[in-house]
């Protein structure tokens, strides 16, 4: 237990951390590269790219290698973090911007579906607590967004937890670990996909002929295993990495996960802890 209750520390350090420094005027490539030096520092590595998510784009966006976006003003930034100790994984995410009803609305759905963490609950159960709570702020929970269970190097496994009541009767047992997200938005609630996100995840391994993309697809084996990884991972140690990854995807030995965006435009605010499931449950992601 140690390792998660230790991978949830360095997690929330990491989250508070992007939160302080996540001004309006930054550019997304500066917050991702401190959030991930700041994760390295602390010992831990990336359980999957930092998500940093503008506006109607509800998750999967992390920065290009040379991304000039820029996080203004007027916009509603999700950041969503992972960490990872050896496999032992934590998974976190906020919303920084100036629409704090809709911000309050994802937080105060995550803190009534965590007091329900305990065992017996049933999920359904989990789902209409999110729904209750951010309907009471005026906005709708994306049905099409979940929670999740977490292992060890499996960052989605198993059960899904539900941002609205699903009618899933299943229950939550004693030691399990789930993700608990819910997503408010100001549109109809579903999402859909969008352009590719440039975060990958290695799906199979088959012999490639290029020299050059054998070399990059055995880092990838070696650094991510079957964790997600983005462009920007690799073209840090092979410059010329971006012709390998579309023979990579091509081939469909990697995959190139989709931007997930509101489908009716609508803007997208997050909550997430990582927690442990206990008769008082336990936040392993609490700043
Ligand atoms: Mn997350
Ligand atoms: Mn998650």
């Known amino acids: 237990m140690d390792q998660w209750i230790k991978a949830g520390k360095i ?22 590269e401190k959030i991930e030096k700041k994760t390295a520092e602390l010992g ?15 998750a999967h966006y992390t920065p290009l290698p040379n991304d000039p976006t820029v996080y203004k ?15 032992h994984i934590s998974d976190t995410a906020l919303t ?3 629409n704090t009803e809709l911000i309050k609305a994802s937080q105060d759905a995550l803190k009534a579906a965590m007091k329900l963490a305990t065992p017996g609950t049933e999920l359904r159960e989990i789902g209409k607590a999110i729904q209750e709570a951010i309907k009471s702020h005026g906005f709708s929970p994306i049905r099409n967004l979940s929670g999740h269970q977490i292992e060890k190097y499996d960052l989605h496994a198993g059960m899904i937890i539900p941002n609205f009541d699903n009618g899933d009767d299943n229950e939550l047992e004693e030691g399990q670990i789930i993700a608990i997200e819910p997503f408010a938005t100001t549109g ?15 799906l199979q391994t088959r012999p490639v ?7 990059i697809l055995q880092h990838i084996e070696k650094e991510f295993s079957t964790l997600p990884f983005c462009k920007r991972d690799v073209i840090r140690k092979y410059p010329t990495a971006n012709f390998s990854l579309n023979i990579l995807e ?20 997050q909550a997430e802890h990582t927690v442990l499931v206990k008769d008082k449950p336990v936040i392993l992601t609490k700043c």
């Open 188 to 202: 109809q609630g579903k999402v859909t996909e969008g352009k590719p996100s440039t975060i990958y995840r290695l």
């Open 11 to 32: 997690g929330a350090e990491v989250l508070n951390y992007a939160k302080s420094i996540a001004k309006p005027g930054i550019q997304l490539l500066e917050l991702a």
């Open 209 to 215: 002929r290029d020299p050059t993309t054998k070399k």
């Open 44 to 58: 831990a590595k990336p359980a999957f790219p930092v998500n940093l998510s503008l506006n109607h784009i509800a």
């Open 250 to 269: 091509r081939q469909e030995i990697i995959k190139n996960y989709a931007q997930l965006i509101e489908e009716t435009k609508g803007l997208v605010s």
């Open 73 to 87: 003003e007027e916009d509603i930034l999700k950041i969503d973090i992972g960490c990872h100790l050896d496999g």
């Open 96 to 98: 920084v911007g100036n």
